[in-house]
C-alpha cells in the first residue's frame, strides 16, 4: 500500500481543534518540524501536546505555544522553555508532568492494548495525588493510565512509500512507542525509499502502525543547549 502524501500541509488536513497529538522527539532531537510548522500554519488551537519536552522559546512546540494553539502539555521535562514556565503561571496553559519512564510507558501500554499498570515512581509524592495506591510484596506502587492520542506525528531518518521507518541515533527516543498509540499516524523522514530498500532486521517501526509519510527537507536539528570546552 502507498502511503505517500504530498505535504505536511496536507497530512493534518483532518486535525481538528480540541485534540491530542503525540509529539516525538527528545529535547530537540527526532521533533516533527514540518508537521509542527503546518500546525502553526492551520492554527489548530486548543490542543493537548504529549511530547517529552516543550521545545524552545522559538523552535518546534515552542512554536504553538507562541500562538497560544496548547491548551494542555503532558510532558516530562519542560525547563528550557521560559515562555511554557509563564504561560503555567499565568494560568494559560495547562500542564501534566510525568516522570519520564512512567510517561514512556503509559504511552507504551497504550501501544499494547493495556489499559493500566501499576509503578512505584511517585509513591508518596504529588504525582500520585487522586491515584489509586496499592502494596505488592511490601513496596507500594501508583495506577497509572495509558495515554493514547488522536494523531501521532512521527520523524524517522529513512522510510519507504509502505511506512516502515527506520530510526537514527537518539532520534529512536519516544518516536517508535507513540508510533503505536494513537488513531491516525503520520510519519515524516529525511529520506523516502522503495520497499525492499530498508534491511528489514533495520526496521523499528512497521508500515502497519503507520497511516501516512511524506519526505520533509530543510530540516534546522537545532541543539536545545550547546555546552562546549576549551582544549
Known amino acids: 500500500m502507498d502511503k505517500r502524501i504530498a505535504s505536511s500541509d496536507a ?18 532531537c527526532g521533533i516533527p518540524e514540518q ?3 503546518a500546525v502553526r500554519r492551520k492554527g489548530t488551537k486548543d490542543l493537548t501536546i504529549v511530547s517529552n519536552n516543550a521545545g524552545v522559546d522559538d523552535f518546534g512546540i515552542g512554536l504553538l505555544l507562541q500562538n497560544r494553539q496548547v491548551k494542555k502539555m503532558i510532558s516530562s521535562y519542560v525547563g528550557e522553555n521560559k515562555l511554557f514556565e509563564q504561560l503555567v503561571l499565568t494560568g494559560e496553559l495547562q500542564v501534566e508532568l510525568n516522570p519520564q519512564g512512567t510517561l514512556a510507558e503509559r504511552l507504551r501500554a497504550a501501544g499494547a492494548g493495556i489499559p493500566a499498570f501499576y509503578t512505584p515512581t511517585g509513591y508518596g509524592t504529588m504525582v500520585a495525588e487522586g491515584k489509586e495506591t496499592r502494596e505488592f510484596d511490601g513496596r507500594h506502587y501508583v495506577l497509572e493510565r495509558a495515554l493514547r492520542g488522536d ?3 512521527i520523524k524517522a531518518w529513512k522510510g519507504d512509500r509502505m511506512g516502515n521507518l527506520l530510526y537514527r541515533k537518539t532520534t529512536r527516543n519516544f518516536n ?4 503505536t498509540a494513537a488513531d491516525y499516524v503520520i510519519a515524516e523522514v529525511e529520506q523516502l525509499v522503495e520497499p525492499g530498500e530498508l534491511p528489514p532486521d533495520q ?15 530543510n530540516y534546522a536539528k537545532r541543539i536545545e543547549k550547546r555546552t562546549t570546552r576549551k582544549i
Open 11 to 28: 497530512a493534518i488536513a483532518n486535525l481538528g481543534d480540541g485534540m491530542t497529538i503525540l509529539m516525538g522527539g527528545f529535547g530537540l
Open 35 to 37: 508537521l509542527i510548522d
Open 151 to 153: 494523531f501521532a506525528f
Open 176 to 179: 517508535p512507542m507513540m508510533a
Open 203 to 217: 526496521v523499528h517501526t512497521p508500515g502497519i502502525f503507520i497511516n501516512t509519510i511524506f519526505q520533509g527537507a
